[in-house]
């Protein structure tokens, strides 16, 4: 999809705190290595996460924020074992109906149109 679209996409949509707390916990995935989305639809969703940076959250701090930063530029084995930890605890602060109601939204508002069908469960 692209960075200008996904930003374009996020600009047209309001997206809650619930939901900006939904994009960090799908990045901690991608970047722990449990994320089970294609890769297109990996990409699509680190773009999301870029394009709601500074949106406040309802559970995630800026740290979490930094770690992923930090995480993204080069993970050490002992950064990777502090993101395992932050992913473990963004799956318990999120129910589970919250996560897939925030995946059925950005689907059927279109944030994957477009792109090749691939078998997902993040």
């Given at each position: 999809m692209g960075?200008?679209?996904?930003?374009?996409?996020?600009?047209?949509?309001?997206l809650?705190?619930?939901?900006?707390?939904c994009?960090?916990?799908?990045?901690?995935?991608?970047?722990?290595?449990k994320?089970?989305?294609?890769?297109?639809?990996?990409?699509?969703?680190?773009?999301?996460?870029?394009?709601?940076?500074g949106?406040p959250g309802?559970?995630?701090?800026?740290?979490?924020h930094?770690?992923?930063?930090?995480?993204?530029?080069?993970a050490?084995e002992?950064?990777?074992?502090?993101i395992?930890?932050?992913?473990v605890?963004?799956?318990?602060?999120?129910?589970r109906?919250?996560?897939?109601?925030?995946?059925a939204?950005?689907?059927a508002?279109?944030?994957?149109?477009?792109?090749?069908?691939?078998e997902?469960?993040?």
């Amino acid at each position: 999809m692209g960075a200008a679209p996904v930003a374009a996409w996020v600009a047209v949509h309001s997206l809650t705190a619930s939901d900006v707390d939904c994009a960090t916990a799908v990045m901690l995935k991608i970047l722990d290595g449990k994320c089970k989305m294609g890769g297109v639809e990996k990409a699509v969703m680190a773009e999301l996460y870029d394009a709601l940076e500074g949106r406040p959250g309802q559970r995630f701090d800026d740290s979490f924020h930094a770690l992923i930063a930090s995480a993204r530029r080069q993970a050490d084995e002992a950064l990777k074992n502090v993101i395992y930890e932050k992913r473990v605890l963004a799956e318990t602060a999120i129910s589970r109906p919250v996560m897939k109601a925030f995946k059925a939204m950005i689907r059927a508002e279109g944030l994957f149109a477009g792109l090749p069908a691939e078998e997902e469960t993040a």
